[in-house]
């Protein structure tokens, strides 16, 4: 009777399938624990061992955020390899957490868990960013290692420094499965963000900010010859482009080479988008590379014929590593060194003049601001004004990234950005859009977090723009999920004009896993939403008669239109605008021939 007891039992455990793990090889020290290495400084709180009697182990880590620091792994807590790691082992990860406290504000508690080289540039092989539940909950995050690592050459690390908050973690375990295991058959705790339930309340709201804000009325009226209303015509609407900007980055390489590949690359582009931003093109050392130029040439030729704006990337991107090398000697002259930008920045924008749509005058001031330490902040008001000088046409925008992303909780970058629009706004720089990259890893932003972020950069009525997005994560249907939810929150937004992904070709892709179609061009999940969305969901199609006073009236996604109305065998066809303010056509059929 026992016997069968702990049998059932025995089932009962292993009928949970994250339990049963294959064998592996522990790759840390034995007792994890003592090998620990905590750092934090004292001003942002503590990391404590700690017992507890209901926990994964008796002895678990305490650590006790009471004011967030610069960057998460300013409250660190990390455990050296005991044994080298080859490239290509499969490992997993493995502990327990729960959070003691909240930070007040966010109702959040979050970690990141990293494996990565011991020191700089401390690359890393996994990093995930994962949400903390009040009870415990086990984690399972398996990985593959991409390079080779001496014993105590690589760390796992858990990164704590965000918002206010006590997380407790035990059972801390890294194992090793060898080269061979299938990592898909390892147990995986997959991401999650707040909002992602079908029925969650944001969803309506932003259904309803899109009927508002991204359709307007049209009215279209038939008349016969005479001018007399023709009832029962048939009428014909078809959208042609949506006046919302869709895009991606592209490469002049590829919009211009004669491979499948780049037919193939063409031909996505043309279908998929009306707006595009050169990946590296613009950038100034490669806009230096004068060889360059003719490619750059045909590409915006190309774009042109096909009907697609171009946004140009970018002007000044101000820390040496991304400026001609040569800038850098500059370094201890301010007045040639001004000379120089502003020379490029005026070149470099009337070489171009009238060919696009917009420039980033100024790319991720936050991080990137040698210039501005040796010039000073008016430099980039500077900047603003000779682009305009330059082209009187183009718009001028800012860019940076870390606003929308991270969860939209980097309240340093997202505080740095607001304080830099309003300077230049201040000193009437003739800024004109504000540009949001968007680039994520798993630490997805709730929808409702992205709206109220939107709100706040919608306070300087310009126009806010999502630059460069992509969703750099291995689960693709988690990635089809976000994408949607991301694509319908921004859509939703008034103070939004237009989406650009970063690329979407694996084949030439900065984050290949984040590209909307593979190396073969299959189309990944989240690139059929982008498919479904773009040119289905929010796409007009309408057909059917004219009514008694000869109109039809359809309420459509804000656009170019198509409309052919048909009736006693004649037919006519005209373009319309769908606008916000409500639009009409007449239509009038042509005399019989006779
Ligand atoms: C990246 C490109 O995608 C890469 O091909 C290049 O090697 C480096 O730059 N933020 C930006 C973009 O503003 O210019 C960056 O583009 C990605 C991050």
């Known amino acids: 009777m026992l016997a069968f007891v702990s049998l059932v039992a025995g089932l009962l455990l292993s009928a949970d399938p994250l339990d049963s793990l294959p064998p592996g090889t522990s790759v840390l020290t034995e007792r994890p624990l003592e090998s620990m290495r905590a750092s934090v400084q004292e001003s942002f709180g503590t990391i404590e061992r700690h017992n507890v009697d209901d926990g994964p182990d008796q002895e678990v880590i305490r650590a006790d955020v009471v004011k967030r620091p610069q960057k998460p792994?300013?409250?660190?807590?990390?455990?050296?390899?005991?044994?080298?790691?080859?490239?290509?082992?499969?490992?997993?990860?493995?502990?327990?957490?729960?959070?003691v406290a909240r930070s007040p504000e966010t109702d959040e508690a979050v970690l990141t868990v990293v494996f990565e080289q011991a020191g700089p540039p401390h690359r890393k092989s996994l990093s995930r960013t994962l949400e903390i539940p009040k009870d415990w909950q086990r984690f399972d995050l398996p990985f593959r290692a991409d390079e080779t690592l001496e014993i105590g050459r690589a760390q796992l690390g858990f990164q704590l420094g965000y918002d206010p908050q006590t997380i407790e973690i035990g059972g801390i375990q890294l194992l090793s499965f060898?080269?061979?295991?299938?990592?898909?058959?390892?147990p995986t705790t997959r991401s999650t963000y707040e909002g992602q339930s079908p029925d969650a309340a944001w969803r309506a709201a932003a259904a309803q900010r899109i009927e508002e804000h991204r359709k307007g009325d049209l009215i279209v009226t038939v008349l016969d010859p005479s001018g007399s209303p023709v009832p029962g015509a048939q009428v014909e609407i078809n959208m042609l482009r949506h006046a919302f900007a869709w895009g991606s980055a592209v490469t002049a390489e590829l919009l211009t080479a004669d491979t499948d590949d780049a037919r193939k690359y063409r031909e996505t582009v043309a279908k998929l988008f009306n707006r595009v931003v050169?990946?590296?093109?613009?950038?100034?050392p490669n806009w230096e590379r004068t060889e360059q130029r003719q490619t750059l040439m045909d590409a915006t030729v190309w774009l042109e014929d096909a009907g697609i704006e171009i946004r140009g990337h970018c002007l000044v991107w101000p820390s040496?590593?991304?400026?001609?090398?040569?800038?850098?000697?500059?370094?201890?002259?301010?007045?040639?060194?001004?000379?120089?930008?502003?020379?490029?920045?005026?070149?470099?924008?009337?070489?171009?003049?009238?060919?696009?749509?917009?420039?980033?005058?100024?790319?991720?001031?936050?991080?990137?601001?040698?210039?501005?330490?040796?010039?000073?902040?008016?430099?980039?008001?500077?900047?603003?004004?000779?682009?305009?000088?330059?082209?009187?046409?183009?718009?001028?925008?800012?860019?940076?990234?870390g606003i929308?992303?991270?969860?939209?909780?980097?309240?340093?970058?997202q505080d740095h950005y607001e304080r830099t629009i309003r300077f230049l706004l201040e000193q009437q720089a003739p800024l004109e859009g504000i540009g949001l990259q968007s680039h994520f890893g798993d630490d997805l932003t709730p929808p409702p977090r992205l709206v109220q972020v939107l709100d706040r950069f919608a306070q300087f009525g310009l126009p806010l723009l999502i630059t460069e997005h992509d969703i750099n994560i291995a689960d693709e249907a988690l990635q089809a999920e976000y994408t949607r939810d991301f694509l319908t929150a921004v859509f939703s937004h008034p103070a939004v004009a237009g989406v650009l992904t970063w690329g979407f070709w694996e084949g030439r892709h900065w984050?290949?896993?984040?590209?909307?179609?593979?190396?073969?061009?299959?189309?990944?999940?989240?690139?059929?939403?982008?498919?479904?969305?773009?040119?289905?969901?929010w796409w007009t199609r309408d057909s059917g008669a004219t009514d008694a006073s000869g109109q039809r009236k359809i309420r459509g996604f804000l656009g170019r239109y198509e409309v052919t109305a048909t009736a006693e065998g004649r037919s006519v066809r005209d373009t319309v605008t769908i606008t916000r303010e409500g639009s009409r056509l007449t239509l009038t059929l042509a005399e019989p021939s006779r």
Not at 178 to 186: F, K, Q, R, V, W
Not at 404 to 410: F, I, P, Q, T, Y
Not at 519 to 529: F, K, L, N, T, Y
């Open 73 to 99: 792994y300013d409250v660190q807590i990390r455990f050296p390899t005991d044994r080298t790691v080859a490239k290509g082992e499969v490992l997993l990860v493995r502990f327990s957490a729960r959070a």
């Open 404 to 413: 929308l992303s991270a969860r939209g909780r980097d309240a340093a970058h």
């Open 511 to 537: 984050r290949p896993q984040g590209a909307y179609f593979r190396r073969d061009w299959s189309v990944r999940p989240a690139g059929q939403v982008w498919l479904d969305l773009v040119h289905d969901q």
């Open 178 to 186: 060898g080269p061979e295991m299938d990592l898909a058959s390892l």
């Open 320 to 401: 040496w590593r991304y400026l001609p090398k040569e800038v850098a000697s500059l370094a201890d002259n301010p007045a040639a060194l001004r000379e120089r930008v502003n020379g490029h920045v005026t070149e470099e924008a009337s070489a171009l003049r009238g060919r696009l749509a917009e420039w980033d005058v100024i790319n991720e001031p936050y991080t990137n601001h040698d210039l501005m330490d040796v010039l000073g902040n008016e430099a980039m008001v500077e900047w603003f004004r000779l682009a305009r000088q330059a082209d009187p046409e183009v718009r001028l925008f800012i860019n940076d990234y």
């Open 278 to 284: 050169f990946e590296n093109d613009l950038k100034w």
